[in-house]
């Protein structure tokens, strides 16, 4: 039985402890996708808050974590560069409304378009990305202001703690499960650190590697409550020209990754969430975004998986990592500013681990070389590019294949009724693939005067298949034959019909008695 609401085997404790877990994890994430998009650190913690916040409250997918991701931020790179932030806000208002149209004409449905070879290949190319963006973290300015390679004890020390939370994460649940383990992990590693003064980077070294010489002094994620303010934009055509390109992107980008994700989650939860109301959930905090001062987002698979790991399934758990964020930039930032970044780093290898999917090399063996290529095809892009062109790319790709495939599959038995008329009983679909094999089946110089196609056992399902239909009738009608078409559905019928003025065929639909009709004649 599948739970439509998502909620199934949530409770209190657990989602208010995996949304801590996922908070801390937000922090770094947040602000580097902020440097990403060339804004601000606040501006992606606000959009982490914001974003969190409304989707968990009014989203369709309980248990999934949004904030400011790194495929929404490269789409604002150019934008912000050369009009400045207002117009990010502005975009990003007008993305909002974009996705949330998208929900009200019910367009989340679309997501079941995409096969199953797209999908793995969409969650191997992300688990790969998350795996990626972390070696970052291995890497630290030099005297000249060059990042390199740590060398030395600094890397020991970092692949110790990074070791030692993931072995933490791996068998404190093999102990116990009443506290998610990223959770005891991050905290054990941090007093480990601070405790014995061990040489290891933390999270505000991280923002300070990111600012100027001159802000590093005075570097700090405190900050304050997120304040409306309409985007200081001029309201005319140009400024829609100029963001409507960027929005247009953002809107597609956040609605697949979101929608990706949430048939990931339920997948891996037994449930099912609702991709329309997701879309108006997303649509929503992105318009809220644009009139705070948030950089906007969507779904983000890396802390969602954190918090499904960790045990949150409900609502509260995306709706306390929000609000302890916000209590984290308000109240507690040089708490968070001393993590060090090992651990969260750490708690990230878990997810690329837990996230890829390790039994697509066996599906590889046993699926068709053409859904290994798609596989092998999306999580390339997904790496090399963008989630969103890879997802397309894929799904291009898959239809094509299957229109290939199924072109071949129209065939045709042939015999002669009592009447001396020669009839064609054909099977398979009739498209624009299968075209050229159609007009292979028949032979209008040597068929006897009338010649019947009978449709019982196949469908015409494209203008193609009509124009199809209509050269052989005049190819017969050149030889001084007639052609019949018998049992052809409704909706084969309505296409015809709707192709009245350039098709002519007969349409006979009562063999037994031989009563003819030219509807299109």
Not at 27 to 44: C, I, K
Not at 110 to 119: C, E, K, N, T
Not at 459 to 466: E, L, Q
Request: hydrophobic share 50%.
């Amino acid at each position: 039985m599948i739970d439509i609401t998502g909620d199934r085997g949530s409770n209190v404790k657990n989602d208010v402890l995996s949304g801590i877990t996922v908070a801390l994890a937000l922090v770094p994430e947040a602000v580097a996708f902020a440097f990403v998009a060339g804004v601000e650190p606040m501006v992606g913690l606000y959009a982490a808050f914001m974003m969190g916040l409304i989707t968990s409250a009014i989203g369709g997918r309980p248990g999934m974590i949004s904030g400011a991701t790194g495929a929404m931020a490269v789409v604002m790179v150019a934008l912000v560069a050369q009009h400045g932030v207002q117009y990010l806000f502005a975009a990003v208002l007008l993305a909002g409304l974009l996705q949330i149209l998208a929900g009200v004409f019910k367009l989340g449905k679309f997501i079941r378009l995409v096969p199953y070879p797209v999908m793995l290949g969409f969650v191997n190319g992300l688990a790969i990305v998350i795996f990626l963006a972390q070696l970052g973290q291995f890497k630290i300015t030099n005297s000249l202001g060059e990042l390199e390679w740590m060398q030395g004890s600094a890397l020991y020390y970092m692949l110790g703690l990074v070791g030692l939370t993931m072995a933490i994460i791996f068998l404190l649940p093999k102990l116990t499960k009443a506290v998610p383990a990223s959770l005891v992990a991050i905290v054990t590693v941090t007093l480990l650190v601070h405790g014995l003064d061990l040489e290891a980077r933390t999270v505000i070294d991280f923002v300070r590697g990111m600012l100027p010489e001159e802000q590093k002094a005075s570097a700090t994620l405190a900050g304050e409550l997120p304040s409306f303010a309409i985007p200081m934009v001029p309201f005319n055509l140009q400024t829609l020209y100029i963001i409507l390109p960027t929005s247009v992107i953002l809107a597609l980008v956040g609605l697949i990754e979101s929608l990706l994700t949430l048939s990931l989650i339920d997948e891996m939860t037994d449930t099912r969430g609702s991709g329309n109301r997701e879309c108006v959930g997303q649509g929503v905090a992105n318009t809220v975004n644009g009139v705070f001062g948030g950089m906007g987002g969507c779904a983000m698979i890396g802390q969602s998986m954190i918090n499904i790991n960790s045990g949150g399934r409900g609502r509260l758990s995306g709706i306390t990592a929000a609000l302890v964020l916000l209590g984290f930039i308000l109240f507690a930032a040089p708490l968070i500013e001393m993590i060090p970044l090992a651990a969260l780093v750490g708690v990230m290898f878990i997810v690329v681990i837990g996230t890829f999917e390790w039994a697509s090399f066996r599906i590889i063996r046993g699926v068709n070389k053409e859904d290994a290529f798609v596989l092998f095809l999306v999580t390339a892009v997904t790496v090399i590019a963008d989630l969103a062109i890879a997802v397309v790319v894929g799904v291009i790709v898959s239809a094509l294949v299957f229109a290939w495939k199924h072109a071949k599959h129209i065939s045709a038995k042939t015999h002669t009724d009592d009447d001396g008329w020669k009839v064609y009983e054909l099977q398979g679909p009739l498209f624009f693939g299968s075209v050229s094999y159609f007009k292979d089946l028949f032979d209008p110089q040597n068929d006897p005067q009338d010649v019947v196609i009978d449709f019982n056992e196949s469908r015409v399902w494209d203008s193609s298949g009509v124009d199809a239909i209509d050269s052989l009738a005049d190819k017969y009608l050149q030889q001084g034959k007639k052609l019949h078409i018998r049992h052809i559905s409704a909706e084969c019928r309505a296409l015809m019909n709707k192709a009245q003025g350039y098709v002519e065929m007969n349409l006979n639909e009562d063999p037994r008695y031989k009563i003819a009709t030219d509807k299109l004649g």
